[in-house]
């Protein structure tokens, strides 16, 4: 009798032990499948960042060393398209009762990067950023795009690009401790510092920018600051040349969709270089040599943006082979692809995030030191188009 009972408890326990071990291959497997899920959705929106930059034309370096001339605004255009409709989507998200927790969520990862920053060194690597923006014709994210679309000496603006953030991680010590602000801001956005609703502030400030693109094409239509054989071009939309500023812009902006439910962050590109950059470090004592880029090495938090700029290389290779242009835009001198690449990734290290960082994201999602880098950037890059002007 005791021998039956204690087989039936024996048995008892292994059909426990194999349901537990059932549900948890079950819950690795789901867990599998939802980081597999949330690259592939990362991936996705940087093949859609490709195509829209490519058919926007604003990653020509000659089209974004006219803005900073004041020669042409399609960059521009594009640039505000882009962060009104990020302001438009971050909106609905903050409203939506499914969503708000995930866009406080990522109001808070976008912050976290500014522990160490404030108004100087954000000031200084946006300016630096620009300088770098005019001296190769790129930024962070447009290099990507000039890579997939075969812009002449584009690899070089790449690889200093990785350089940049190289050099940056092994002073990062060093300029950390130089720039650590004294007394850090409290409140890093707008609506909080007015007390308001997220969308009561982003959608009247989404309204100017959109009115403001809307009396820059009165003032340059996209048609006239594009060759003609270019803005002329038919057949499908994947076939045309060039897409108006405004309606690849408004695309751009709307990836902070997918991206913020995906991965609950928002579009980046510049933190990619030092992910990709800290794989140098293969020992525990060149990690040791800077502890910057070591907490870069691993972690869907980092990688997804690999993934996302993958997709805009594609994505733009796509789009330039469809258009028949692929290897067609006019590229800069190796040396200033390489100086250039390196300034902009250093510069925006520095100020802890790029164009796409504190420009898109930032400036979506009202924060205050983006605000600041956006004018920075452009006042950096001014400048140095003024200086190489004049040499």
């Avoid at 009798?1 to 326990?13: H, L, P, Q």
């Avoid at 048609?223 to 071009?233: C, H, I, R």
Wanted: glycine share 12%; proline share 4%; net charge positive.
């Amino acid at each position: 009798m005791d021998a039956s009972i204690r087989k039936r408890a024996n048995e008892g326990k292994k059909k426990m032990h194999d349901m537990l071990d059932s549900m948890s291959e079950s819950e690795e497997n789901e867990s599998l499948s939802k980081t597999i899920l949330k690259l592939a959705t990362c991936s996705a929106a940087g093949l859609l960042f490709g195509i829209a930059i490519e058919k926007g034309r604003v990653f020509e370096p000659l089209v974004i060393q006219d803005q900073m001339t004041m020669d042409r605004f399609i960059m521009v255009k594009m640039f505000l398209s882009a962060v009104s409709s990020g302001m438009f989507s971050f909106s609905v998200l903050s409203m939506i009762p499914a969503t708000q927790k995930k866009f406080q969520q990522a109001s808070q990862v976008f912050i976290s990067g500014f522990s160490d920053k404030g108004l100087f060194s954000v000031g200084i690597g946006a300016a630096i950023l620009g300088a770098g923006m005019t001296i190769s014709g790129s930024c962070p994210g447009m290099v990507l795009v000039q890579v997939g679309a075969q812009v002449p000496n584009s690899l070089y603006t790449f690889s200093g690009a990785l350089a940049g953030a190289l050099l940056y991680g092994f002073i990062e010590p060093t300029v950390v401790r130089l720039t650590r602000p004294q007394y850090p801001l409290r409140t890093h956005y707008l609506h909080k510092y007015l007390g308001s609703p997220f969308s009561v502030v982003a959608l009247p400030f989404g309204a100017v920018m959109a009115v403001i693109v809307f009396g820059l094409e009165l003032f340059a239509p996209w048609k006239s600051e594009l060759p003609k054989s270019v803005v002329e071009s038919g057949g499908m939309a994947l076939t045309r040349i060039a897409w108006p500023p405004f309606v690849a812009g408004g695309i751009i902006g709307c990836l902070q969709i997918p991206v913020l439910l995906a991965v609950g962050d928002t579009l980046g590109s510049s933190s990619s270089y030092c992910t990709v950059a800290s794989q140098i470090l293969v020992s525990s004592p060149l990690q040791k040599m800077s502890p910057y880029l070591s907490k870069f090495k691993s972690g869907i938090s980092n990688w997804w943006q690999v993934l996302y700029i993958g997709g805009a290389i594609a994505g733009a290779c796509f789009s330039a082979t469809a258009s028949g242009t692929i290897g067609q835009a006019a590229g800069l001198s190796r040396t200033a692809a390489f100086s250039g690449g390196v300034l902009m990734v250093l510069g925006s290290r520095l100020a802890a995030g790029c164009t796409s960082g504190h420009g898109l994201s930032g400036m979506g999602l009202l924060s205050f030191l983006s605000m600041l880098a956006i004018p920075a950037m452009f006042m950096g890059g001014m400048a140095t188009a003024a200086v190489v002007k004049i040499f």
